[in-house]
């Protein structure tokens, strides 16, 4: 198959602008013909990233020539400032476009731009993306809760209590004082409690109606996210592992388990890994993702796959690395 879709980076130099190129770089029917950064321009991406020799001999520039599509992987506030300037297809990694107003402000504590943007979880439908010009990826989290709920869509509790722990890629490249290795090593820290920003893309994604609380808490991992949700008995039907096999059947990116999942079991990969357990009408609902591929990276192929209306997992069919 030959290439039929140029691509840029926007932020490469980044943990989940690498990880995009990764995907992008084994992808069939792409070309990737710049990359960006911001204090790291002027490098070789082979360089900063050692993973990339023999891939690519594209320098990091401040600027990158124009392409089909545009992924977005820098901080919060800045992809907003680029986006308007942009043409071709946008897809937006960070948290500028994915809530209307006023939740936006509220998470994010600065206005968001009024042109519409699709909310990017394929599992909200595959036909509503073809074509589309703008696309908010979802945030990681926001990815794994969305995942573990979408099934019980109109029949959750009035409040669902959830718990997510992550690794420290999560918090981009860039150490602070709560995130750099002495402070994550051997250590768990909760944080953002009842307040996460991801919370309201959650509750929109599944259709509202119910209060999330959740707790986010820092694991001494450098990838993954784990997140447990506990559901009561219901009268409109509990959380089945059957229900959710159901749900997800024929879904190359989540598979349905009936035991816990854990995490060696989709990092470095695009899949999501639910687990449904029950006992006596009550579940606990698990899932786990990378946070760097389908909490970002790997969903936005496949969210680029969707636009094209190619099949939503093309180029990213690799499987997890055995230990
Ligand atoms: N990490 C995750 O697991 C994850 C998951 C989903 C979504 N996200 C979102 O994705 C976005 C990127 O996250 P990340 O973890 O990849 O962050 P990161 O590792 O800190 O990377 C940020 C990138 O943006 C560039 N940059 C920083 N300031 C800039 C500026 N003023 N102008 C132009 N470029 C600038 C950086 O360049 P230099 O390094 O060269 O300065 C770097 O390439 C964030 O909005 C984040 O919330 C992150």
Redesign the pocket.
């Known amino acids: 198959m030959t290439a039929e879709v140029t691509a840029r980076v926007?932020?490469?130099?980044?943990?989940?602008?690498a990880e995009t190129l990764r995907w992008l770089f084994g992808h069939p029917r792409v070309r990737v013909v710049g990359a960006?950064?911001?204090?790291?321009?002027g490098k070789r991406l082979d360089t900063l990233w050692p993973q990339f020799a023999g891939a690519t001999d594209l320098v990091l520039g401040t600027e990158a020539p124009p392409a089909d599509v545009t992924f977005l992987?820098?901080?919060?506030g800045?992809?907003s400032k680029l986006a308007p300037t942009l043409t071709g297809t946008v897809i937006d990694?960070?948290?500028d476009h994915r809530l209307p107003e006023p939740a936006h402000s509220a998470a994010y504590g600065f206005p968001r731009q009024t042109d519409p943007w699709i909310y990017g979880l394929p599992e909200l439908g595959h036909a509503r993306m073809r074509g589309a010009t703008r696309v908010a990826?979802p945030?990681?989290f926001a990815t794994a809760l969305a995942l573990a709920l979408l099934p019980m869509q109109g029949a959750l509790p009035s409040v669902v209590s959830a718990v997510g722990l992550t690794g420290s890629?999560?918090?981009?490249?860039?150490p602070t004082a709560t995130t750099h290795h002495p402070a994550r090593a051997e250590n768990l820290r909760p944080y953002k409690v009842l307040e996460h920003q991801h919370v309201p893309e959650v509750v929109a994604a599944c259709g509202g109606g119910f209060t999330l609380d959740f707790v986010p808490m820092s694991a001494p991992l450098r990838r993954g996210i784990l997140v447990t949700v506990p559901l009561p008995a219901l009268a409109g039907g509990g959380a089945t592992f059957e229900r959710y096999r159901a749900f997800y059947e024929g879904n190359p990116l989540v598979r349905v388990l009936s035991a816990p999942p854990d995490l060696h079991g989709v990092l470095g990969s695009a899949r999501a890994d639910l687990g449904v357990v029950e006992k006596d009408g009550r579940a606990v609902v698990f899932c786990a993702i990378d946070?760097?591929c389908r909490?970002?990276g790997s969903q936005a192929v496949a969210n680029l796959n969707l636009v094209m209306g190619w099949p939503v997992d093309l180029g990213l069919r690799t499987l997890p690395p055995v230990p």
């Open positions: 926007l932020g490469a130099s980044g943990y989940t602008g960006t950064a911001n204090k790291h321009a992987c820098l901080p919060h800045e992809a990694l960070s948290g990826n945030g990681c890629t999560g918090s981009g490249a860039t946070n760097l909490g970002a």
